[in-house]
């Protein structure tokens, strides 16, 4: 059963990691991904605001988890995705999939990024240092790499 | 449950200036192309709002939906621009 | 600067990422793999001892990290190997990584893993229940998984 | 350092008896090959411990060596079988 929450409070990687491993004792291996508000020189923010469609965000997010956790047979998989203001630093995202393999747990960990990206419905606004904001345009690439899933063949995968 | 209910998000909430209205459903309209056809006459806002129609996605009850996709009075029906999340 | 550790004492993910991401201030991924010691009912083990070669395993590590920087643009980078006496459940080996973009820090921590798998001095012998104790065969699979890395030219990459 | 330092690890270990040992270049032995050839001689431990040399690696001065690697006095030489690491 993937844990799944949508919330604008910040969350621990930490204490996330050691649930999951809590939860799928039999594991040997976990993967994560956080995914971080960036600002930097060449392209400066001061917040972003992310905004989303409550009704179905939580639901979509719980079938592609199931999705995954068939695809690659997974013992358990933990998605966090905030929503409202966020500054640069601060945590937006957070993919962990716990597998007996490490090629299941890094590839499943790997479609699900790719997915929020380009499925889960989130529209990120950035605030920048004159008191302008702008909505973050979609990459043609994050679509293409959500899409290279539907005609990929699971790898096998042997060793942990 | 005879009308509509639309929602906008992101750049299209701005533009049409609404986050959410119910609406019958408008004579005429058996699909969502029908649908932005017609929401596109109802103002300038809303004429800027779906200007280019490949810059919106849209979902019918939670499901994401294509031009042709058909709707009846009772839908949710979701307007918002390409997807920006993780 | 890659922070390298090969020690017997367990280690803390969560501590772990958190000293990455202010090591990394600009970083927008965060990518992470732990492997644990498995025991399952169709191989149940009791323990596991980890030996290295000393002299080796950290210059070895040190070098494949710095590699891993520069292949991958990587803003920062962690590698924690333990060796002696584990037992199920407890974690053997971490990798985390810190890149601008999600593919470059996936893809790192997954090159990382590979190598970690056949190149890092390590050899594991299990204990099983009857008081005996079994040296773990090499997988051919891993060396494959490791090899791959030389042939294939990075991935490009856009987006976070 | 006019001798080498061999040191066994794993299997290796187990089987020739020695974690690590001092050695005088044998004469003769120019390469990692030769070295393996000679320490086979030694005893039934080490004759078994290099017996399928498929599952054999090595490292001189820390380094992946193979059967045509060099070797001098002075350098420090292991055994080991193929990693399980990570």
Known sequence: MPRIAVQSETFDPGAEIAALQAAAPQAGAIATFTGVVRSDAAHPIVAMTLEHYPAMTEPAIRRIAAQAEQRFSLLGCTIIHRFGRLLPGDPIVFVATAASHRRAALQATEFLIDWLKTRAPFWKQEHLSDGSAIWVAALAQDEADADRWSSLPPRNDSGS | ?86
Chains 1, 3 share one sequence.
């Not at chain 2, 300038?44 to 200007?51: H, K, L, S, V």
């Not at chain 2, 490949?54 to 839908?75: H, K, M, S, W, Y």
Request: no cysteine; glycine share 10%; net charge negative.
């Open chain 2, 1 to 86: 449950m005879a009308s509509l209910r639309i929602l906008y998000f992101a750049w299209l909430r701005e533009r049409t200036g609404h986050g959410e209205e119910e609406l019958p459903l408008p004579e005429g309209v058996a699909t969502l192309g029908d649908l932005i056809a017609f929401l596109r006459t109802r103002s300038a806002g809303y004429a800027a709002a779906f200007a280019d129609p490949r810059l919106v996605r849209a979902a019918v009850n939670q499901e994401f939906a294509r031009p042709e996709t058909a709707i009846a009075a009772g839908d949710e029906v979701a307007f918002f621009p390409p997807i920006t999340g993780g």
